[in-house]
């Protein structure tokens, strides 16, 4: 068209008579207002070109909607015996140019759009389809949560009948336009871009269309960077997980849905679409919900709270001088995001949440009432900036924040000055640099930092303010030890110590001060190491007091030394001399070795170990442990279905139960392979361990012997689940199977009845319906499918599970766990998720460390919860004791375990 119009004034300006008939000026005119008619014909094919898309958008859908309806009720007319009158094959053309409009799409005269219906032989065709008095649209039909059966089943879908005629391809060879008229002219490069342009922006979900494109067109051609960001921006299923053509190539403009925010229900049909990384995810609402349903409703939480009432656990396997005894006879240590302060005595617990992550450094001052501690950078940008925290140890208030914005990493080592009564604060931050910052941490709420300065280039595991010489701080790490001096200026000037000929060890590991006010360190090789007051340099050096590292030095307040050994798990008592008094005891092997000493009264000795574990006692009477923990990823917890009891194992090879009434371990047992699952039978008779090779263990509960011993395939086990009647168990596996056994002669014998084969990814987690004949599972590519348990085979029709009562229920993925999805929740935020045993409460863990609990059933998208802090890591596991009194929860990487109790 642009073209006919610049030929015709091409024409008229060649002519013999246009210069002679008219002046200048009038040609002038006439070429103006020529112009000024063809811009504003392009204008109005450009907005037409707009309408024509959003109409092609909104006759794909629809399109989409007749194909699923037909194709159900020719499923039903096939399963009942009758042929369908009809067979449907999509005939949508690639759009085309046209002189009317840049953009049109060629469909039959006479049929419905983008259908050809095809009668078969002694068959009548209807004269059209049914129409609908609601449009409902759908994302495609090859969606693996509709009615239709999902194209990766394997096996897990029912074959189809004889005379069943397979859907046209989904990329099928393009086809003559069949409406009538002039063939179009190509229109030119900038127009054809422009009408892309309009196109690409009008378009907002992907329809059986995105596959019937034109190979020749720059929209489908599949090495086009403009096909591939048509592809991601149209967010189809089956383009979820395709690669940019050109790896480097970025999408900035490409967003996905996320979450609850973009959930609708479509009541006619009776269930909610909501949207995990831009893929549906189809939630049928059950029959006498459906109704009356309305998804702008906002659920309230629960009327019962938690309150966290144990942690169970030490953080001593990478942290140093965390562990000190209160006045109050109280031991100051921390694991996760939480400060324990614990009462061995009274068996009692209290804990400070303030932190948002990891905690890192502790520090007392000197009045034993103020405690600092530090924490690393957490998962907000904003609140999870790594600072450090003073707060009164008796009411648990925070007292001053200081350092956020200042900090680059964690905080590693804290210090109180003791010459001044703890006017100052000695922080080392885990930086590049590990820079040293002192603090006057009474001035305002967030403190004032005074000096800061690099410290040094390799790790730092220790400062110290000096007792006695005003001004002097004591830094140590790999390969070094340095003696600062902090002037009254703020300038803070440096120190090396000088070994004079001696061997340097790898490592200057701890730093405690004499009585005298001399220096001692311990280091790698384990030996004592004494500094002259005042110098950098070496008095004396006691070799050989620890065999392999001495990782703790603790100065007694009867002048006596007490050091702790890495490897060989010793604790030794020196005098003040440091010669041996002979007085030592030795760390059970299973505790790790020494970590942290506190010296109380006494005597009395409180220990962190490098197995996060704690020991109490004495160097006469011993060492026993008082809190034990888990040295890895704590991935399995499973809880007792008749006693207030939980197993729990992780990555460090050890699986524990514990006593949920006397917080203590019951039991614990060593296996051959890192732990990923685990669930009791449902008599409590037999605990079954999925192991991270595939291999799956069956213990005895009570006596820990070793019953059955099987594997299905090479991947880890993720979740194990039995039947409510304890006949059948299931196990999900990271190769995408759910494998079904039955167990008889009391679990010593399972045997396999099938394979459940259909999820195109890991299975994260299952549940057993009531009546234990039919599971439902979630996939890590936000799949809820269903099974038939006796058969193994994939039930399609997921509208007919809309009704079934389930035994437990921690699928995240469900209609009645739809409110637990943040607005912006990508599906792997939410990893676990359990159903109280009354029926009353939903407990979720997430990717960002926290505890949340609703009301059940949270069906609406916007449920409120109640929601708590304490783990650092994500929470890998949540479960409810079976009196439904306390929650347990699970960390990965904090290796914490923590009893929640409802109040």
Known sequence: MLQGAAMRIKGDDAGPSSPSAASSVEFDEMMEADNDSLRERVAALEQKALTQADEIVCLRSTLADV????????????????????????QIQPATPSRNGPMRVSV????????RLRPQSGMRVPSQLPQRSRAVHYQSTGSLHSDSPSSASGGGSPSPSPTHTPQQSASPAPQQSRSSGPTPTP????????ALSSLSLAKRWSSTGDFNGSASSPLTSP????????????????????KPVNPQQQYNHITYKHGV?????????????????????????????APSFEITKVATAPQQRLKLE????YRGRDCRSNVFLLPTGEVVYFIAAAVVLLNIDEQSQRHYLGHTDDVKSLAIHPNKLLVASGQTAGHDRKDGRPHVRIWNSVSLQTLHVIGIGDFERSICCLSFSKTDGGALLCAIDEAPDHNISVWDWQKGERGHKISETKCSNDTVVAAEWHPVDRGTIVTCGKSHIAFWTHELGGTLIKRNGIFEGREKPKYVTCLAFSQNGEVLSGDSNGNIIVWVRGGNTV???????????LFCLVVTNDGQVISGGGKDRRLVQLDHTLSSTGASTQLPDDLGGVRAIAAGRGGRLVVGTTKNSMAAGSLTSGMAAVAIGHTDEVWALAAHPSLPQFATGGHDCCVRLWDGQSRSVVWSSDLPEPLQSAAFSPDGAVLVLGLTTGRWLVLNAETRELMVQLVDGAEPIQVIKFSPDGNLCALGSRDNNIYVYQASEQYKKFERIGRCVGHSSFITHLDWSVDGNFIQSNSGDY?????????????????????????TLSCPLNFNTLGVWPENADGTDVNSCERSHNRKLLATGDDFGKVKLYAYPACQPRSLCHTYSGHSSHVTAVRFLHEDSRLISAGGHDNSIMQWMLC
Not at 108 to 115: N, R, T, Y
Not at 223 to 242: E, G, I, Q
Not at 273 to 286: D, E, N, Y
């Open 67 to 90: 194909l699923r309806r037909v194709n159900l009720l020719e499923g039903q007319l096939t399963s009942a015996g009758q042929n369908p009158p009809f067979r449907l094959q999509p």
């Open 108 to 115: 039959g005269p006479k049929e419905a759009p983008g259908v």
């Open 187 to 194: 229109p030119s490069p900038g127009h054809r871009a422009a």
């Open 223 to 242: 090495h086009s960077p403009m096909a591939a960001a048509s592809r991601l921006a149209t967010k189809s299923l089956f383009n979820l997980y395709m």
């Open 261 to 289: 925010r973009d959930a609708i229900y479509n009541e006619e049909e009776g269930y909610v679409r909501m949207f995990l990384r831009g893929r549906p995810v189809i939630l049928h609402a059950p029959s006498d919900v």
């Open 310 to 313: 144990w942690v169970y656990g």
């Open 539 to 549: 008095s004396k050096v006691v070799r050989a007091v620890h065999e392999g590292p």
């Open 783 to 807: 799949e809820l499918l269903y099974w038939n348990a006796s058969t193994c085979r994939q039930v399609p029709q997921s509208t007919q599970m809309r009704n079934v009562a389930w035994a």
